[in-house]
C-alpha cells in the first residue's frame, strides 16, 4: 500500500464520519469547545478568580453573563476557563491509558505467552476496584494536583485500551497476510508498525473517545468533591460551589453540567459515528428505505396429487445498499411423494437459501420476492407467521449442517427432544420422554438413557446429529429438508448416517429434499436430482439419467471434476465431529 | 462444583492481600503532612512531632505494615485516627448504609436494561433508537450532577422527596424508599445507559445461533425460543455486564452519597481523604475488594447454574 493511497484513504474516511450528521455536529461542538478553552483569555470577560463582592450568587446582568458565584465570581468566565483544565486533565487520562494499553496489547496479543498472562492479571486487578475509591485513598499521597490524580486515573482506565488491543492483535495475528509478512523477512517491529497498527486504528480511536468522556466525568467528580486545587478554574469545582449555594441560587448547578455533558455526548457521539462508518460495509439500510418486495405474479402451477411440493419461479431476496439483492432466481421444482429430491451445486448457488424459504425461515432480512410454494396442494408463501410455525416440526422437518452448534448448548439434550413434542403433538411430558427414548435408540444410538440426560457438549459429531434427526423426526413429518446432513462427519459416519435416513425415509413414508454438494451422496441417496448454479436451477433429472447422460455443461464439469478427483469439498473437518 | 467454589475463594483471597498490601505502600506513603493536618494550623512543631510518634507513623514502612497485616487477618484493622472508635466498627456500621442503595440500584438496573435490551434485540425500531439515546444520555451525564438536578426539581422545587439524610430500612421501609429513591435514580441512569446496551448485543447474538433456527423448525414456540432458549444462553455476557457494573455502582455510590448526605461508606471515604485518616481509607478499601470478591463469587455460582459448560469443568 503506497503512502499516497494511504493518506487518501484516511481523508475520505474522516470526510464520510463527517458526512454524518451526527458526526459533523459532535466534531463541531468538540472543536469549538476546543478553541474555547486555548483562547480562553480572550473570551472570557472576567479574570476567573476575580472576586465582585457585592455580585455573591448574583443573578445574570450587570456583566456577568449567567451571574456570580459563592464568592462573588463571575459565572461564565469561569466556566470558558474550566475548558482549560478539563481538556488538559482528559488528554492526560487518555494518553497514560492509552499509551500504556496499546503498548501492553500489542505484546500481550503478539508474543502471547507469559507476558499475556501476567499482564490479564495485572488488567483484571486494576478493574477490581472502583477508581474514584482507589484516587480518594491516595489523595494524600498524591496531593491535591489533579493532573497527578488523572495520571493514576490513566493506569487504571489503561485495562480497557489493553484488552481491545489484544483482542484484535490476536483475531490479525494468523491472517495470511502476517504470515506472509513474516516468510518475507519483515521484522516484528516492522508488521507491527505496518499492518497491526492499520487494524487497530479506528478501534483505539473509538477508545480513546469513549475514554476522554469517562476522565471527564471522573475529573469532575473528583474536583466536586473537594480534591482539586481550589484556585483553578475547573467545571467540578464550580458544581462543588453550585452545591454549596444551592438553596441560596439553584441555577448555578446547569451551567458547569451542561457544559460537562455537552462534552461528554459529542465525543461518545462522534466515537459512535465512527463506529457506523466501520461497520457500513456490511450494515443493510433500514427496511423502510427498500423499494417495496415484488409480489407474486405467475400462476402457480395447478395442484398434482402426486406432487407433495411444488416450487414454481422462486425468487428470494437480501436486502443490500441498492436494495434487493436475489440470491434463488426463479426455481422451479416438483417433488414427488416418498422421493429422495437432490439438490446439488456450490456453495453460494442458492441451495440452501431455496431449502430454507420452504421452511419459512430465511435469515433476518431474507424474503420471498415471487414465485409459488404449493405443498401438500396448498399455497405456503402467502401465509402468516403462525401457519407457517404450524406446518414446521410437524409436517416440514430439518435436519442442518453442523450438528454441535444446532443444540442449545445449555439444555439436556433430552429436554431438547420432549419439548417440540410436547409442544406439537400435544403429548404429555413422560410420553414424550419415553418416545424420545425410543426414537434415539431407533437412530442407533448404544445408551438413550445415558445421552438422554447429556449435554451437547458431552457427546460427539456422530452423536450429535443422529439426535438432531431423531428431533425431526419425532413428530412424524411428511417432507424432510436435510441440509449438507453429513458434511461435518467422519466419513465412516457419514455412511452410517445416510443409512439411517434412507432407513426413516421408508419407515415414516417421508420426502427428502437433500441438499447437498456432494455427488457420492446423490448417487447413493436420491431418485431426483436438480444441479444449482447461480440461484438457477440448470438441469433436472433422475439420477441415473444425470450420471449416465449429463446434457448441461455446468453438470458434466461438476462431474469431471467429481471423477478427477473424488475427494473435492467433501469430507471436510473430521476434527469438528470428534469434538 | 465445591472445588470450583474453593479455588475461586483462594484466588480472591490471593487478590485481596496483594491489592492490600500494594495499597499499604501507596496510601501509607503519603503521611508526613497528616498530623499537621489532623492537628490544625495553631499546633506547634512538638505537638505534631508527638502525634507523628502517638500514630506510630515515624517508624518504617516495613514495621508498619507488619503490624497494620497482622491485626488485619485477625479482623482488627486499627483505630481511626480522626474519630473515635476501631475502624472495623465504622466499617460495620457504614457499609450496609452503601451496599442498601448499591443493592437497590443493582436490581433497578439489571430489571430495566433487561427489559429494554431484550425488547431493542426483538423489536428493533424504535426501541432501539430509544436504547441508543439512553446509552449517550446516561454516559454523559455525570451522576452526580442528575443527583444535584434531582435534588433541585424534587426536594426543592416540588417538595416530593427528602433532599438529604438516611432512615434504615429496619427503622421505616417507607421511609428508607422515600430517602434512596434519588440517591438511586441518579446512580442507575449511567449502568442502565452501558448494561442495556450490552444486554442487546447479547440477546441478538444468541437468536443468532444456528440452534434457534433448528429449534424454530421444530416448532418450539417464539415465547420458548426468546425467554427460555435465548436468555439462558446471554445470561453469561449479561452476568459479567453486571459485576463490572457492580464496580462501577459502588464508585458512584462515593460521590452519590456527598450529594444526598447519606452516611455510607463513600462519605466516609471522601471525608477521611480529605483529612488524611489513613487506617479508614485503608479499611474501606479492604472492605470493598471483598465485597467485590463476594459478589463476584456469587455471579460465578449463578454462572455455573445457568451453563452447563462452567460448571463441569
Redesign the interface.
Known amino acids: 500500500m503506497s503512502a499516497p493511497a494511504n493518506t487518501r484513504e484516511r481523508t475520505s474516511f474522516l470526510l464520510s464520519v463527517l458526512s454524518n450528521p451526527m458526526g459533523l455536529i459532535a466534531a463541531l461542538i468538540l472543536l469549538a469547545m476546543v478553541l474555547v478553552a486555548i483562547f480562553a483569555p480572550l473570551i472570557a470577560p472576567f479574570e476567573p478568580n476575580a472576586v465582585q463582592i457585592f455580585k455573591v450568587n448574583a443573578a445574570p446582568g450587570n456583566g456577568y453573563l449567567l451571574g456570580g458565584d459563592g464568592s462573588g465570581r463571575d459565572i461564565f468566565s469561569r466556566l470558558v476557563y474550566g475548558a482549560r483544565n478539563t481538556f488538559l486533565g482528559a488528554l492526560v487520562a487518555v494518553t497514560v491509558a492509552g499509551v500504556l494499553g496499546v503498548t501492553g496489547g500489542l505484546f500481550a496479543g503478539y508474543y502471547g505467552k507469559t507476558f499475556d498472562t501476567v499482564s490479564g492479571w495485572i488488567a483484571d486487578?486494576l478493574?477490581?476496584?472502583?477508581?474514584?475509591?482507589?484516587l480518594?485513598?491516595?489523595?494524600?499521597?498524591?496531593?491535591s494536583s489533579i493532573y497527578l490524580s488523572m495520571a493514576v486515573f490513566g493506569v487504571m482506565l489503561s485495562p480497557g485500551f489493553f484488552r481491545l488491543t489484544r483482542n484484535l492483535v490476536r483475531g490479525v495475528k494468523h491472517e495470511l497476510y502476517i504470515d506472509a509478512a513474516r516468510v518475507a523477512g519483515l521484522s516484528d517491529i516492522r508488521i507491527i508498525l505496518r499492518h497491526i497498527l492499520l487494524v487497530i486504528r479506528a478501534p483505539v480511536v473509538i477508545q480513546v473517545s469513549i475514554v476522554a468522556?469517562i476522565a471527564i466525568?471522573i475529573q469532575?467528580?473528583l474536583e466536586?468533591?473537594?480534591?482539586g486545587d481550589s484556585n483553578v478554574p475547573t467545571w467540578g469545582g464550580m458544581?462543588q460551589d453550585?452545591?454549596a449555594n444551592?438553596?441560596v441560587a439553584?441555577k448555578s448547578?446547569y451551567w458547569?453540567?451542561l457544559a460537562?455533558?455537552?462534552t461528554?455526548?459529542s465525543l461518545?457521539?462522534l466515537a459512535?459515528a465512527i463506529r457506523d462508518r466501520m461497520q457500513r460495509g456490511d450494515a443493510a439500510p433500514r427496511a423502510a428505505k427498500l423499494p417495496p418486495a415484488p409480489t407474486s405474479v405467475t400462476a402457480p402451477l395447478p395442484a398434482d396429487k402426486d406432487a407433495l411440493l411444488q416450487v414454481q419461479d422462486l425468487v428470494v431476496g437480501y436486502p443490500d445498499r441498492a436494495g434487493w439483492k436475489p440470491v434463488v432466481k426463479g426455481v422451479s421444482l416438483t417433488l414427488k411423494r416418498g422421493e429422495i429430491f437432490g439438490l446439488v451445486g456450490e456453495s453460494g448457488s442458492g441451495k440452501t437459501q431455496t431449502a430454507f424459504s420452504v421452511?419459512g425461515?430465511l435469515s433476518?432480512g431474507g424474503r420471498v420476492l415471487s414465485g409459488s410454494i404449493r405443498f401438500d396442494g396448498d399455497e405456503i408463501t402467502g401465509l402468516s407467521e403462525a401457519q407457517r410455525?404450524?406446518l414446521?416440526?410437524?409436517r416440514?422437518?430439518?435436519v442442518?449442517q453442523?450438528p454441535m452448534?444446532?443444540?442449545?448448548?445449555?439444555?439436556k439434550i433430552g429436554f431438547?427432544l420432549v419439548?417440540?413434542m410436547v409442544?406439537?403433538l400435544g403429548i404429555s411430558k413422560a410420553e414424550a420422554k419415553a418416545r424420545a427414548l425410543q426414537l434415539l435408540a431407533r437412530v442407533g444410538l448404544p445408551d438413550p438413557e445415558r445421552v438422554f440426560r447429556s449435554?451437547p457438549?458431552?457427546i460427539s459429531g456422530g452423536m450429535a446429529q443422529r439426535v438432531?434427526i431423531a428431533?425431526?423426526v419425532?413428530?412424524n413429518p411428511d417432507l424432510l429438508i436435510a441440509d449438507e446432513p453429513t458434511t461435518a462427519l467422519d466419513v465412516t459416519v457419514q455412511m452410517e448416517v445416510l443409512e439411517l435416513m434412507r432407513d426413516l425415509q421408508a419407515e415414516f413414508g417421508m420426502s427428502i429434499i437433500l441438499v447437498t454438494h456432494n455427488f457420492g451422496v446423490v448417487a447413493d441417496m436420491c431418485d431426483t436430482v436438480a444441479v444449482m448454479k447461480d440461484g438457477q436451477i440448470v438441469e433436472t433429472a433422475s439420477a441415473d439419467a444425470l450420471f449416465a447422460d449429463p446434457q448441461h455443461d455446468y453438470t458434466k464439469m461438476l462431474l469431471g471434476s467429481v471423477l478427477e478427483d473424488p475427494e473435492t469439498r467433501s469430507y471436510r473437518a473430521p476434527e469438528e465431529s470428534a469434538a | 462444583m465445591i472445588g470450583y467454589l474453593l479455588k475461586r475463594a483462594g484466588f480472591g483471597l490471593a487478590?485481596l492481600i496483594?491489592?492490600s498490601t500494594i495499597?499499604f505502600f501507596?496510601?501509607f506513603?503519603?503521611?508526613e503532612?497528616?498530623a499537621a493536618n489532623i492537628l490544625g494550623d495553631n499546633a506547634s512543631d512538638a505537638d505534631i512531632a508527638a502525634l507523628t510518634t502517638e500514630l506510630g507513623i515515624d517508624r518504617p514502612m516495613l514495621v508498619q505494615y507488619g503490624e497494620w497485616m497482622g491485626g488485619a487477618l485477625t479482623g482488627d484493622l486499627g483505630r481511626a485516627w480522626t474519630t473515635p472508635g476501631s475502624v472495623t466498627e465504622i466499617l460495620a456500621r457504614r457499609l450496609p448504609v452503601t451496599l442498601s442503595i448499591v443493592g437497590t440500584a443493582v436490581v433497578v438496573m439489571a430489571l430495566v436494561s433487561a427489559v429494554l435490551g431484550i425488547t431493542a434485540a426483538v423489536r428493533g425500531g424504535w426501541a432501539d433508537r430509544l436504547i441508543?439515546l439512553v446509552?449517550?444520555?446516561g454516559?454523559?451525564?455525570?451522576n452526580?450532577?442528575l443527583g444535584?438536578?434531582l435534588?433541585?426539581l424534587f426536594a426543592?422545587n416540588l417538595r416530593l422527596l427528602p433532599a438529604t439524610g438516611y432512615v434504615s430500612f429496619s427503622t421505616s421501609p417507607l421511609g428508607w424508599l422515600a430517602a434512596v429513591t434519588l440517591p438511586v435514580t441518579a446512580l442507575v441512569l449511567g449502568g442502565i445507559a452501558s448494561a442495556s446496551q450490552q444486554v442487546r448485543g447479547a440477546v441478538i447474538d444468541a437468536l443468532?445461533?444456528?440452534?434457534v433456527?433448528?429449534?424454530?423448525?421444530?416448532?418450539?414456540?417464539?415465547a420458548?425460543i426468546l425467554y427460555r432458549?435465548a436468555l439462558?444462553?446471554a445470561m453469561p455476557a449479561a452476568l459479567t455486564v453486571l459485576s463490572?457494573q457492580f464496580?462501577?455502582l459502588?464508585?458512584?455510590a462515593?460521590?452519590i452519597e456527598?450529594?444526598f448526605a447519606i452516611p455510607g461508606l463513600?462519605e466516609l471515604?471522601?471525608r477521611s481523604?480529605?483529612v488524611?485518616d489513613?487506617p479508614v481509607?485503608?479499611g474501606?478499601?479492604v472492605a470493598?475488594?471483598i465485597v467485590?470478591?463476594l459478589v463476584n463469587m456469587v455471579i460465578d455460582v449463578v454462572n455455573a447454574w445457568?451453563?452447563?459448560?462452567v460448571r463441569?469443568k
Not at chain 1, 480518594?136 to 496531593?143: D, R
Not at chain 1, 466536586?224 to 480534591?227: H, M, N, S, Y
Not at chain 1, 452448534?405 to 439444555?411: A, E, G, I, K, R
Not at chain 2, 454516559?139 to 455525570?142: D, E, G, L, T
Open positions: 486487578g478493574m477490581a476496584l472502583p477508581a474514584i475509591i482507589v480518594l485513598a491516595l489523595f494524600q499521597a498524591l496531593g468522556g466525568v469532575a467528580g466536586f468533591l473537594g480534591l458544581l453550585a452545591f444551592l438553596y439553584p448547578v458547569p453540567g460537562i455533558s455537552f461528554v455526548a461518545v457521539l459512535n421452511l425461515l433476518t410455525h404450524a414446521r416440526g410437524k416440514i422437518a430439518y442442518p453442523e452448534s444446532n443444540l442449545d448448548p445449555s439444555f431438547q419439548e417440540p409442544t406439537v449435554y457438549h458431552e438432531l428431533g425431526a419425532s413428530c | 487478590l496483594v491489592m495499597t501507596l496510601v506513603s503519603g503521611t503532612r497528616v441508543q446509552s449517550v444520555i454516559f454523559a451525564i455525570p452526580f450532577w444535584l438536578m435534588v433541585v426543592l443468532s445461533q444456528d440452534y433456527r433448528t429449534l424454530r423448525a421444530r416448532g418450539v414456540r417464539s420458548s432458549h439462558r444462553n463490572v464496580i462501577a459502588l464508585g458512584g462515593a460521590i456527598r450529594v463513600g471515604t471522601v481523604a480529605i488524611g489513613v481509607l485503608m474501606v478499601v470493598m475488594i467485590v470478591i445457568v451453563n452447563p459448560k463441569l
